[in-house]
T-cell receptor, first 111, second 113 residues
Framework: SQTIHQWPATLVQPVGSPLSLECTVEGTSNPNLYWYRQAAGRGLQLLFYSVGIGQISSEVPQNLSASRPQDRQFILSSKKLLLSDSGFYLC??????????FGPGTRLTVL | SQQGEEDPQALSIQEGENATMNCSYKTSINNLQWYRQNSGRGLVHLILIRSNEREKHSGRLRVTLDTSKKSSSLLITASRAADTASYFCATGELSGGYNKLIFGAGTRLAVHP
């Protein structure tokens, strides 16, 4: 069966510090991968998606970047965090069907 | 951009009652999906309905889709306290070779014992 992992689960970082969130998928190959951000009490905003290694598409201009160094690894990064980067970050994958499967999320607080 | 908009934003019912949540959207879709999120957790896929389908069932869940009105509804029958969660609709559009999902803001459902 397929599983998706995210870490860390929670993170508190000062403004201006770097960020690296990691997502890995097990039990499937060549998945589409996604990074979403969820503001408190709101829906999900798609940040990045990837259909293959090294292929990243950005949905919104922002302070963040994404990379896919391996088939089942997706990383969300920032060189300098802003207060507005605070939120709940969710990684998801999809295969041949249209539904997406989500990881447990990372709660980021920028102080 | 946000395509799906859920209604109501919050719903409070007693165990055993039915819960109905609605979703409206603006553009053509390939499919529409409903997801559930427990507080502070990831989303769980509940059901997918394709644009050429009108109704779909899964256990106590019933989803309808009216493409002429650009709306969908999720009915949870005989609700339980464990159904307490936020429910999101997401419209699926074919984009760049994959099914792009656009989520609404969600309905917060509270089921009281």
């Amino acid at each position: 069966s397929q599983t998706i992992h995210q870490w860390p689960a929670t993170l508190v970082q000062p403004v201006g510090s770097p960020l690296s969130l990691e997502c890995t998928v097990e039990g499937t190959s060549n998945p589409n991968l996604y990074w979403y951000r969820q503001a408190a009490g709101r829906g999900l905003q798609l940040l990045f998606y990837s259909v293959g290694i090294g292929q990243i598409s950005s949905e919104v201009p922002q302070n963040l970047s994404a990379s896919r160094p391996q088939d089942r690894q997706f990383i969300l990064s920032s060189k300098k965090l802003l207060l507005s980067d605070s939120g709940f970050y969710l990684c998801a994958w999809s295969g041949g069907k249209n539904e997406q499967f989500f990881g447990p999320g990372t709660r980021l607080t920028v102080l | 951009s946000q395509q799906g908009e859920e209604d109501p934003q919050a719903l409070s019912i007693q165990e055993g009652e039915n819960a109905t949540m609605n979703c409206s959207y603006k553009t053509s879709i390939n499919n529409l999906q409903w997801y559930r999120q427990n507080s502070g957790r990831g989303l769980v896929h509940l059901i997918l309905i394709r644009s050429n389908e009108r109704e779909k069932h899964s256990g106590r869940l019933r989803v309808t889709l009216d493409t002429s009105k650009k709306s969908s509804s999720l009915l949870i029958t005989a609700s339980r306290a464990a159904d307490t969660a936020s429910y999101f609709c997401a419209t699926g559009e074919l984009s760049g070779g994959y099914n792009k999902l656009i989520f609404g803001a969600g309905t917060r459902l509270a089921v009281h014992p």
